[in-house]
């Protein structure tokens, strides 16, 4: 028989009454969630149509159902618009960023078929592997030869280590090896004429093997001073780990010139291991963006530098338009080069020495000034100049502006070496843009304790960098590289 459906209840008569004033923005979320004065009790459901409601269901369909009033406010505190000056750095800009991509990529494939519709395809066959490029064995024996000065630095050691040479006749015999390590491809580069790349990548490896040196040198020399002192009933405390006070092995020798590091220590945090899935991925990633690195400087680099003038000797406006073209594809090759090298090949090294201590970089791109570019794009390298650069300097009762500017100096003369060697020309470009960035890391420092902004820094960073920087430095290289060869082949 058909029933009769029960009428309705009414909802609750009355409202709490509202608050003159808005809430502490802390509570609003909370208070807005717990007011009463929002909800109203829905009406129970029915069965059927009109059926009579269950009394058990109520409380739990008016939890998950709630109804907002008309009469309840919508406008409760005091609120600023996520774009304001006051709020834009408390919101997430994760939306935009993801526009700006879509934007970037959008741009760039269009430039990249305007490009290659005009122009064609530029790389050439050769620019992996060439004729000259196999002739340039003299610089691969080289750099095959390098690892005999570890082993001679292992020898000093065990040898200080067991008493049979003083302490500073295993000083002298370091700075022989660690002198040599440099001299030796420095000579063997110049006497030959070989490919710029092949000179760059051996001169990077012999910088490499002179830091790691110098790090073995000075630890062990500081392992047996903090041992001696041990034996002779000195405390210090509990921050000495026996594990990083042992001598020397050829196993802790030979990981420590593989692993990516330049700071030498007995142990290192060590991974369970090895995810050889994870390595193929980013092998393949290494290959991709190196590819691509290759394509933007023989379609994009080449041409601009090849159809340009020295930027010294030619029209200033002329020289500053070149820049400014040079500036977006030599930006992207060195992002590549930044994603591919401190990203993708360190860690692959460290995944597969199951190397724990993967710090490789930190957010540098944020970096306010220039001396905070400096102390995290580079982790490895910062790492090394701190530990036997900086507080050395610092405990032997110099400054601190003189550690930074001895820190610098040395930064200066390793980009010289590593550029102007291969290149055949000294004329201390490099070296002259490394110092140049002291002036700049006081003024970018100046100019962030007077504006307190974190943008203006980071602008001025970014534009003194990627703008004018690197692309004068690739124009300076290139024309003296071209007036090098020139006369050399008249």
Known sequence: AHRNPKPRPEPSGTFPPVPPMAPPPSMAAAHDRDDPSLRLRRAPAADGVYGEANPQEQPQRQHEMPCYRASAPAHRRVKESPLSSDAIFRQSHAGLLNLCIVVLIAVNSRLIIENLMKYGLLIRAGFWFSARSLGDWPLLMCCLTLPIFPLAALMTEKWAQRKLIRDHVSILLHIIITTTVLIYPVVVILKCESAVLSGFVLMFIASITWLKLVSFAHTNYDIRVLSQSIEKGATHGSSIDEENIKGPTI?????????????????????????????????????????????I?????????????????????????????????????????FYSFFHLWLNILAELLRFGDREFYKDWWNAKTVEEYWRMWNMPVHKWIVRHIYFPCIRNGLSKGCAILIA??????????????????????????????IPLLFLTKYLQDKFKNTMVGNMIFWFFFSIVGQPMCVLLYYHDVMNRQAQTNG
């Open 251 to 295: 196993n802790s020798v030979v990981y420590f010139m593989l692993a990516p590091t330049l700071c030498y220590q007995p142990s290192y945090p060590r991974t369970a291991f090895i995810r050889k899935g994870w390595v193929t991925r980013q092998l393949l990633k290494c290959v991709v963006f190196t590819g691509l690195m290759g394509f």
């Open 297 to 337: 400087i023989e379609q994009y680099i080449n041409p601009i530098v090849q159809n340009s003038k020295h930027p010294l000797k030619g029209n200033f406006l002329d020289a500053i338009e070149r820049v400014l073209k040079l500036s977006v594809p030599t930006l992207y090759v060195w992002l590549c080069m």
């Open 408 to 437: 610098f100096l040395v930064s200066a003369v390793f980009h010289e070496l590593c550029i102007a060697v291969p290149c055949h020309i000294f004329k201390l470009w490099a070296f002259s843009g490394i110092m140049l960035q």
